[in-house]
């Protein structure tokens, strides 16, 4: 248990804004090896998020403003550490180029038309959906459902990292040290348990599943689609496939049927 406490510290300080705890840094540990408490780590870097949302709600806030303080929340958290990967792929691989082409234009800081559009449709998307959930299950299963998703999506790109060589020898996610496949799909179980237990008091078996079912649709399409293009995964495409599975999700949660 200490070492799993250990590798979510670890974990939360490369996630997220929270400055890195100095007793888990003792000795060598690769992120890759952490990967595993990414799911863990989401749920934590949610939970401001879910605050926000609920107290927002209270305070008698339309779900439109809460939602879009929640991402607001969300993205402050994780320092938009993901949509930077989202815009950069965006941009990169929106046209037409070759492979080396693209590549160099996912490593410029620069915000082109594709990445402008990727970034204002996912926080426009996300916002709607969350603002739906608390409309129609309330602000305290929306939090919660928040919660979940940022556990699965996290998994979900703990996994895709683990099961396609680096399209980008020598870039961040090579660097640090890509996991072993048994790490990847401990990640991806640990991400799926947490998020249909989540799920299943948030909305119900019904949506939960459906949500389960998009995310895994839209991370395996994902992953087809780099590694043509790309021939792997690169670390701005970890952060991508985390954002597109938390929109599918999200988007599985909000459905009805009524």
């Keep these: 248990m200490e070492r799993y406490v250990a590798a979510t510290l670890r974990s939360l300080a490369?996630?997220?804004r929270?400055?890195?705890?100095?007793?888990?840094?003792?000795g060598t540990h690769l992120l890759g090896d952490d990967t595993h408490a990414f799911p863990v780590a989401g749920m934590i870097a949610a939970l401001p998020a879910a605050l926000v949302l609920m107290v927002a709600a209270f305070a008698g806030l339309s779900p439109l403003v809460a939602a879009t303080l929640a991402v607001a929340a969300m993205v402050f958290t994780?320092?938009?550490l993901h949509e930077d990967g989202l815009g950069d792929v965006a941009d990169g691989l929106g046209g037409h180029h070759e492979r080396e082409r693209a590549l160099a234009i996912m490593k410029?800081?620069?915000v082109g038309s594709y990445g402008a559009l990727a970034l204002a449709l996912s926080v426009v998307l996300r916002i709607a959906l969350v603002a739906e959930l608390a409309g129609s299950h309330g602000p305290g299963s929306a939090a919660l459902a928040l919660v979940a998703v940022a556990a699965v999506s996290r998994g979900a790109m703990a996994w895709l990292w683990s099961s396609l060589v680096s399209a980008d020898p020598g870039g961040l996610a090579d660097t640090v040290g890509r996991p072993d496949a048994r790490t990847g799909r401990l990640a991806l179980a640990i991400g799926s348990i947490l998020y249909l237990a989540g799920g299943v008091v948030a909305c119900g078996i019904g949506t939960t599943l459906a949500g389960y079912g998009f995310g895994a649709l839209v991370l395996l399409g994902f992953r087809r689609f780099i590694r043509r293009r790309l021939g792997?995964?690169?670390g701005d495409c970890l952060g991508a496939a985390q954002q597109l599975v938390e929109m599918a999700a999200l988007a599985g949660l909000a459905l009805s049927f009524a």
């Design 78 to 80: 994780t320092g938009a």
């Design 18 to 26: 929270m400055p890195p705890v100095a007793r888990a840094f003792t």
């Design 14 to 16: 490369f996630l997220t």
């Design 232 to 234: 792997g995964q690169t």
């Design 108 to 110: 410029d800081s620069r």
